[in-house]
C-alpha cells in the first residue's frame, strides 16, 4: 500500500492530514496545481512524441489496439493497483462511446474501500458490467484469465514481490497483448541517488524562505532533507528495480523516461509553494525541468518516471523518446 494510498485510508478514518497551510487540510488525492503545470507544459509534449496527446490516450489507445491484435471481440482486460478506478472508468466510458460495447476491465485493489467507491460510481454511470473490482493484493494475486491487455498506473513501484507479479502477468497475457504503465523508477523510496541529491540541494539554495515549507511535517526546512517514503507503508519500495524487471521480461517498443530532481518541488511537501501563476515559480520549475533533461541526455542522471507499452515478444522498436532507450535508463549501480 503506498503512502497515498495510506493517508487516504487515514482520511477514510477520520484522521486528517495537516497540510500545515492557513487552515486547510491536504487530502490523499489533492495533488498540487504546480504538478499539473509542469505535466501538461513539460511532460505532455514529450508524450506526444509516442503518438499520443496524453496519459489517459496513451492507456485507452494501446488497450483498444491490444483487443485488435488478439483479435477478440470480448476482450477481457487487467488493471493492476486499480485504486478507485477513476482512470479505469473513463477509459470504459470511452470505449462504449467508441463502440466497443462488449469488454471487461479486471480492477484489482485490496482496499475495500476504494472498491466500493469505485462499484458505486460505475453503478451511477452504467458501467459496472464493465468496471469490475477483485479484491486482491498485487503482491498475491493470481491470475484468472487470460486477457487482452494489461495496464498498470502509478502501481508497481508499490508491490514488494514485484518479480512474482511480472511473472504472473507475463502468463496471463494473450498472444499479441499490450501491457502499458506509468510507473516510479527512480531510487527505492523515492530516495535520491547522490548524483541527483547534490543537483537537488543546488536547486534548493535558490529557494525563498516560503518555498521551504514541508506541508507533510508542518515545518520550514532549511536544508533539503531526503526522505524515504518506504518507511511509511510501502511507497517506492521497489521503485529501482521496476525497469530491471520489466527488461527481463518484456520488450519496450514504447518508452519514454523523464524526471528526477524537479520531483521534490512539485511533490506534496512542497509542490504547494509554488504556484502556476506567478512567473517566478514557472520560471523556476521549467529551469530544472530542462536541467533535468540536459543531464539525462548526457548520462548523468537517469529518469524517475516512466511511461511504456510492452509486449511478451520481441517488437520492433517504435519509438523511444528523445532516443532514450529503456536500457539507457537503468542506473547502474
Known sequence: MGVMRWLADRLGAGQAFGS???GRQLVAHDVPAIFHHWQDTHVQPLLHELGVADAETLFGHFLRDSATRTGNPTPRFLSLGAGDCRLELRLAKAFVKGGLTEFTIDCVEPNPLLRSRARATALGQGLDQHVVGVAADCNTWRARHRYDGVIANGSLHQVARLER??????????????????????????????????????????????????????????????????????????????????????????????????????????????????????GFVETVHERDEELLANGTLTPTHMYAVMAREAEPVRCHARG?????CVRQR
Not at 523516461?257 to 514557472?282: E, M, Q, S
Open 20 to 22: 500545515g497551510g492557513p
Open 165 to 282: 507479479l511480472l511473472d504472473e502477468v507475463q502468463k496471463s497475457m494473450a498472444d499479441g497483448a499490450w501491457f502499458v504503465t506509468s510507473a516510479r523508477i527512480g531510487r527505492n523510496g523515492h530516495q535520491r541517488w547522490p548524483e541527483a541529491l547534490a543537483e537537488v540541494h543546488r536547486c534548493w539554495r535558490e529557494l525563498p524562505a516560503s518555498h521551504r515549507w514541508n506541508h507533510h511535517l508542518r515545518r520550514s526546512e532549511q536544508a533539503f532533507t531526503d526522505w524515504d517514503s518506504a518507511r511509511i507503508g510501502d511507497d517506492g519500495v521497489r521503485a529501482q528495480d521496476v525497469l530491471p524487471e520489466l527488461l527481463r521480461r518484456f520488450s519496450l517498443p514504447l518508452f519514454l523516461g523523464y524526471g528526477n530532481v524537479i520531483d521534490p518541488f512539485v511533490g506534496t511537501a512542497f509542490g504547494p509553494n509554488f504556484a502556476p501563476g506567478n512567473a517566478w515559480d514557472r
Open 324 to 328: 532514450l532507450a529503456p536500457e539507457q
